[in-house]
């Protein structure tokens, strides 16, 4: 039974507020790569997880954050490519190392209070006259990266449920910060409660399935595609790209691995993954080009890719 929760703005209106944020969100298109900004880095802390930053060192005014959710048992570390370039898109993406206990093993899980952490981050980096971003964050801003368990984890904030592992409260609120979600490798399968009938996302949700995942498999991810009650809405499969197709390299340290081979290279499937995952972030922040690209001609224009989407 899902616990009452406070009123709130009915879903059209949420996204209609989502989309007024357009002129504070940096316009994007594909741009050749000679066009891409620099993308800057620095350290800092998340409450008690460490955390790497990446931002496009050159962009104006206000930026949207993005929070990545890793992997089960990955290091952040491991993302930083991909981090660098969804950031290139005009990100702030935030890469924590949040560490716990899960079934008796302690090591990198991500949970769902991982969006209300961040944007205490995002108050407090903004305010920071210190920091590289001060000044330089829409702290009304907040969407969501998923890997694996961490994009597991981000499905119950879109769902605004609470679920073991990913959430060990009696009850879950959504961020009103929280405006969207691009998952990779990741479907509502649980080897505990098995799938759940259906899925009353409160937020856009993206899901990027590598076509050769050993670990989260596509057909799971279909399925999964399928059960999201609300648009917008897409599932993009990215062809040859296996469990690890976003991270730095095949199989990173300490994860279990998957055995699938990849048979693109990492930094095309890095690419691919990470520019679906930004243009449709952006789309669901008002960005009119974006939007093009991902609802309309960017499934025709990328051979890497096959795309299902809907838009309400």
């Not at 597991?152 to 009696?170: D, H, K, N, R």
């Not at 993009?236 to 199989?251: D, F, L, M, P």
């Amino acid at each position: 039974m899902r616990l009452a929760r406070p009123a709130r703005l009915a879903r059209p209106a949420r996204l209609a507020a989502a989309a007024a944020l357009a002129g504070s969100v940096l316009a994007v298109s594909p741009a050749p790569a000679s066009a891409e900004p620099t993308v800057a880095h620095y350290s800092s802390q998340v409450v008690n997880d460490g955390a790497d930053v990446y931002y496009p060192s050159d962009a104006q005014g206000e930026l949207p954050v993005a929070l990545l959710m890793q992997g089960a048992q990955v290091h952040r570390m491991h993302y930083a490519a991909y981090a660098r370039a969804v950031a290139s898109y005009g990100f702030v993406v935030v890469v924590p190392n949040h560490k716990r206990l899960v079934f008796f093993d302690q090591d990198y899980y991500p949970s769902q209070k991982m969006p209300a952490e961040a944007i205490g981050w995002m108050d407090d980096e903004n305010a920071n006259s210190s920091s590289p971003l001060a000044g330089k964050i829409d702290t009304d801003t907040l969407v969501l990266l998923g890997h694996s368990f961490g994009g597991a984890a981000a499905l119950g904030v879109a769902e605004e449920s609470c679920g073991i592992p990913f959430c060990t409260t009696l009850g879950y609120s959504l961020p009103s910060e929280v405006k969207a979600a691009s998952l990779f490798g990741t479907n509502n399968k649980s080897p505990l409660f098995g799938n759940s009938a259906s899925m009353d996302n409160q937020i856009p949700v993206q899901l990027v399935q590598g076509t050769v995942d050993g670990v989260a498999l596509p057909a799971d991810a279909e399925t999964s595609y399928t059960k999201l009650e609300n648009g917008p809405k897409q599932i993009v499969r990215v062809a040859g790209a296996n469990h690890y197709g976003i991270t730095n390299a095949q199989n990173p340290a300490g994860a279990d691995p998957d055995a699938s081979a990849q048979p693109i290279s990492q930094a095309a499937s890095i690419a691919t993954s990470a520019r679906w995952a930004a243009l449709f972030l952006k789309a669901q922040l008002g960005d009119a080009a974006a939007a093009d690209y991902v609802f309309s001609t960017g499934d025709a224009s990328d051979n890497g890719v096959t795309v299902t989407s809907q838009t309400s």
